[in-house]
Structures are given as C-alpha cells and as structure tokens.
C-alpha cells in the first residue's frame, strides 16, 4: 500500500526542496501578491512586444501552467495528511490505554514475577505524565 507513493515521488521528481534560508530570500506571493500572476502572464502573452529579448517566456508559461494543478494536488494531500494524522493521535491514544492497563497490571504482579519489576520501571518512567496512574 505505502510504496505507491514512489509512484508518487516518481511523477513529480520536479519538487524542490529549499532550506529555510532559501525560503527567506524568495519573493513571496501571497494571498494579494498571487493574484498579480495571472495578469503580468496576460501581460506578456498579449504584449510579448513589451518585454525584452532575454524575457523567457516559455519558462514562466511553463511555471504559471503548473501552479494550478500543483495547488489542487496539495489540497489533496492536505486532506490525505490530515487523516493519517488524526488516525495517529487516535491509535496512539489507544495503544497509551493498553500501555497503562498493561502497566497496572504488571505492577500488580511484581511480587510473584520479580523478573517483570525492570520492565515495569521503564514503563513508569514513559507514563509519568499520565493521568490516573
């Protein structure tokens, strides 16, 4: 199931990574400066005489075309990434309910299995923090 996002990472072998740094030197466009895109795109498709020689066009066709189904895929992938992490928080929720009636349990047991007090030391000091112990 999870090595269908090679698939993934494969399709999109464009995707850039920037350091933080690099993020801080970029131009940003945001919500007010996106919409200035489009129509400097307009601009130079209508009145590519306006531009200089060295203008490459193509390039920003090229980068314009791809914003849009580049920012639907991200929506997708919000959506996807939001679930996986609500079902994180809910699993490990569940599996910290085991931890803690695991925990009791083997603390009650110390006496007649002496062998399980180590574990049940290393357990306790991960469920410090839990309420109700």
Sequence with gaps: ?????????????????LSGEDRERLMKAGAAGAGA???????????????????????????????????????????????????????????MKHATEVYRHARDAEGSVPEVKPLVDELASHLQRTPGL
């Excluded at 992490?85 to 599996?95: A, F, I, Q, V, Y």
């Design 37 to 95: 895109i489009p129509i400097a795109h307009r601009i130079a498709t209508t009145f590519p005489t306006v531009l200089p020689d060295t203008f490459d066009k193509a390039t920003m066709d090229k980068e314009v075309l791809l914003i849009t189904p580049l920012q639907a895929l991200r929506e997708e992938l919000a959506s996807v990434l939001s679930g996986v992490d609500d079902t994180l928080l809910k699993l490990r929720s569940e599996c």
């Design 1 to 17: 199931m999870f090595n269908k996002l090679d698939g993934v990472r494969d399709a999109l072998s464009f995707l850039t990574s």
